[in-house]
């Protein structure tokens, strides 16, 4: 290995502005550890770059990246966005590359196959990798350090503050709209297949998800998990037709779209990116009530207090008037989750809520779902590529790819 190579893995706390931090990086600001970066150029390599650059080209009808093909690149899929971005970034010849938690949103085969590309990469460029979680960090990179405030200044890895431990409320506030008492078949699937042109994503996926259960959905990257998720939620036209029952009731005997969802609350880490505007933490939690990215509808008295009793569950009623968007990360999850949960309806699904949080804020978030697994009898799916050790799911449904389409295969846990 090139001996002037510089390889730094740096863990980075949720309450840090990262993207100030990246700024300070790139603009030769550092001091102690990371000076050593001042006397080069770099580039950034993030799914957040990635969106920009998305984002910049759909604004001016331009194509920057893929000009060869001539083809934007939002109509690639994600892992080959990676790649030609990745492709450009090294056409630019900097002296290093900040990877920024490179591994989220990966399953864990795309995974040890990107750790050999960076190994393999390391050779002949240096690498700068930011992580929220030390156990992500390239084991190539030796040279490693933590930042945790906002003065940017690197400390050792050892000197992290094990997260602290929460309890939280255990009486949920009662729910303001009515649902059917008990719903005993929230989901069933049978023989389940869904074809786009030749190729089949799904095939034969009989599942079942009962009242009050707490369910894993589990499977690698483009496996079908989402489009399971959108034949849940009445988004996918492929629905209809097939042999799907949701909410005691057959798919297509009736119901709208609108039925379905609002007897189920949602969280995705995709929602954070929807809103922009600067609504309140207390705003952002009233909007569950409407469905609604924002709040645009005056909530009445009882709702105001709903969101309230909410906040103290998970003891953010001093935050209620803060911008949301200036919440940590870990806050965030927890405010958008209590806006799922607002309603309180039969259905919970939680799709990768772990995704890019440091072990504080992974702790924060189990412990609410645990607290809801022991105190609720909200049914719930949890979406994720692999297993989060603090959590218990009841059952684990796996989605498995073949040539033919991915097929499922039930777990039943312990």
């Known amino acids: 290995m090139n001996q002037s190579l510089i390889h730094y893995g740096i863990v980075i706390s949720n309450s840090v502005d990262k993207k100030a931090f990246i700024h300070h990086v790139l603009s030769k600001k550092c001091i102690g550890a990371l000076g050593i970066f001042n006397a080069y150029d770099g580039v950034l390599f993030s799914d957040l770059a ?14 920057e990246i893929t000009t060869s093909e001539n083809r934007p690149l939002r109509t690639f899929s994600s892992g080959e966005r990676r790649k030609l971005f990745l492709e450009y970034c090294l056409a630019q010849n900097p002296d290093y590359i900040i990877f ?17 590309q960076l190994f393999k990469l390391s050779h002949s460029i240096s690498i700068l990798q930011l992580s929220h979680q030390k156990e992500n960090l390239l084991s190539f990179i030796k040279h490693r350090g933590s930042v945790s405030e906002s003065s940017f200044v690197v400390s050792e890895i050892n000197k ?48 079942e998800v009962n009242h009050g259960e707490f369910w894993q959905l589990i499977g690698p990257n483009g496996s079908g998990k989402s489009t399971l998720l959108s034949l849940i939620t009445g988004d ?40 922009k505007r600067n609504h309140t933490v207390e705003q952002m939690v009233l909007s569950g009530f409407f469905d609604s990215i924002g709040l645009y509808v005056k909530p009445s008295g009882l709702q105001q207090q709903k969101a309230l009793q909410w906040l103290d569950v998970i003891e953010m009623r001093h935050l ?11 806050q965030q999850r927890l405010v958008l989750i209590v806006r799922a949960l607002i309603k309180q309806p039969p ?17 924060l978030v189990s412990q609410l779902i645990n607290s809801l697994v022991e105190n ?8 994720s590529h692999t297993v989060e050790k603090t959590l218990a799911p009841s059952h684990i449904y796996e989605l498995i790819p073949t040539q033919d389409g991915s097929i499922g295969q039930l777990k039943l846990e312990g």
């Not at 938690?101 to 990107?114: C, G, K, M, V, Y």
């Not at 939280?168 to 009662?174: C, E, N, Q, T």
């Open 100 to 116: 920024d938690n490179p591994f989220d949103h990966l399953d864990q085969q795309s995974r040890i196959e990107l750790h050999h």
């Open 50 to 63: 990635i969106a920009e650059f998305i984002e910049k080209e759909h604004r001016h009808h331009t194509i």
């Open 236 to 275: 996918n036209p492929k629905a209809f037709g097939q042999d799907i029952t949701i909410f005691d009731r057959k798919k297509g005997s009736g119901e709208s779209v609108w039925d379905i969802k609002r007897k189920i609350g949602y969280f995705s880490t995709h929602l954070t990116e929807l809103f």
């Open 347 to 363: 259905l919970l699904i939680l799709d990768e809520p772990f995704e890019g949080l440091d072990i504080e804020n992974t702790a």
């Open 376 to 383: 609720s009898e909200i049914t719930i799916i949890y979406v």
């Open 320 to 330: 209620k008037s803060n911008y949301f968007n200036r919440l940590s990360l870990g």
């Open 160 to 207: 992290l503050i094990e997260p602290q431990i929460i309890k939280y409320k255990s009486d949920f506030p009662s729910s303001l709209v009515s649902f059917k008492e008990t719903y005993e078949t929230l989901i069933k699937f049978h023989q389940i297949s869904v074809n786009y042109e030749e190729q089949t994503i799904v095939k034969n996926i009989s599942w």
